[in-house]
């Protein structure tokens, strides 16, 4: 099952990232995808902020990976915009975060083709009529279930 949904402005797509990261219990594994400017990081943002991180959220563009840590919960943000290499995942230790028991928030996946594993939900993020429409992909029996509790909410 995949839900397709318009998301209005950026608080519309903030609250949809907090109402992810409750589905999520702070496990898991989600990408997002979209040209820049769709609101991969807007909706990064929500779902950190659900799981307790009070300060700012930003794209990791530069360092690649920012982890965030509250409590119990884990979480660990990517942005591999400037990814040139897939093998490069390996220098980052990607591995070793999916090893976690954490949430993990991969921007740009296309990236890592090949080399990422099948998230539990995809989202892909267009610009569309003054906001964005999201469609929400699952990648395996757990995404699904997300995606469900999702589709009920906001369909």
Request: proline share 6%.
């Amino acid at each position: 099952m995949t839900l397709t949904c318009f998301l209005p402005d950026e608080a519309a797509t903030v609250e949809f990232g907090k109402t992810l990261a409750r589905a999520t219990n702070g496990k898991g594994l989600i990408t997002l995808s979209g040209n820049l400017g769709t609101g991969k990081t807007t909706m990064s943002r929500g779902i950190i902020q659900a799981l307790g991180h009070e300060g700012p959220v930003k794209s990791p563009t530069y360092t690649l990976v920012e982890p965030y840590e509250t409590g119990e919960i884990r979480a660990f943000h990517f942005d591999l915009y400037r990814l040139e290499d897939p093998e490069e995942l390996e220098f980052i230790g990607l591995w070793d975060y999916l090893d976690q028991n954490a949430l993990i928030l991969v921007e740009w996946p296309e990236k890592a083709f090949g080399v990422l594993p099948s998230p539990d939900l995809a989202l892909t993020l267009e610009s569309r009529d003054g906001g964005r429409q999201i469609i929400c992909t699952p990648g395996n029996a757990r995404g699904e279930t997300l995606c469900a509790q999702l589709t009920h909410l906001y369909s």
